[in-house]
């Protein structure tokens, strides 16, 4: 399905965002957004397949922006591995929750809370599971390495990204201010740092 820029379509777009955004992507309805945007379902039809199509068009440019952030910050976990180096600690999901999510709350507001019933529905779920692989993947090279790691479980790899990545996100799903939500994720780098230092022994 080609993504064009015409009047139309951004009148859709905005559209079907402002419904999705109010009643979630399950009781939005292809008739409350051509209502919204003053066109025929129809006319609709003619820049999505259904409403599941309309809905990834909006969300899809948040999901893609949080790959492509994760792909160019991998390396600081690994980089210094490969070459035996001191390992330093940096956290990128605090870091991209500074720098990629919280700067653009609606749009992972809808991607992770409106998103029910839809292929996201089970988006945080998903992005903890491959959290999980790229952590027991970066012990794995470590102990390669020589490096000393920690004796931790898959099964409790599993609990703590659970807990944590669910705090970060919390501000998400209630769709916080940036600023409260700024304010929050401090409060969750002195909590969680600290524990997750010692569990590196780092």
């Known amino acids: 399905m080609p993504r064009d820029k015409s009047v139309n379509h951004i009148k859709i777009m905005s559209a079907a965002r402002e419904e999705f955004m109010e009643k979630g992507f399950e009781k939005a309805s292809m008739r409350g957004i051509a209502s919204r945007c003053g066109m025929t379902a129809a006319g609709i039809y003619r820049h999505c ?6 809905f990834h068009q909006i969300v899809a440019p948040a999901e893609n922006m ?5 792909k160019e910050h991998i390396h600081r976990y690994k980089e210094p591995v490969r070459k035996g180096s001191k390992i330093t600690w940096q956290d990128s999901h605090i870091d991209m ?3 990629i999510i919280y700067p653009n709350m609606e749009d992972y507001h809808l991607l992770i809370a ?17 959290s999980q692989k ?7 090279e470590m102990r390669k390495g ?5 004796e931790i479980t898959p099964i409790q790899i599993h609990m703590l990204l659970t807990a ?21 994720l401090a409060t969750l780098e002195i909590f969680f740092m600290p524990g997750w230092r010692q569990l590196m022994k780092l």
């Open 97 to 99: 929750m500074r720098e």
């Open 66 to 70: 949080m790959k492509e952030w994760a």
């Open 49 to 54: 397949t259904d409403k599941e199509d309309l």
């Open 114 to 130: 409106c998103s029910k019933g839809s292929r996201y529905e089970n988006y945080l779920h998903d992005i903890t599971e491959e």
């Open 146 to 150: 020589g490096y000393r790691v920690p």
């Open 164 to 184: 944590y990545i669910s705090a970060l996100f919390e501000p998400v799903i209630h769709n916080y201010s940036y600023e409260d939500a700024v304010s929050a």
């Open 134 to 140: 790229r952590f027991i993947s970066y012990l794995n």
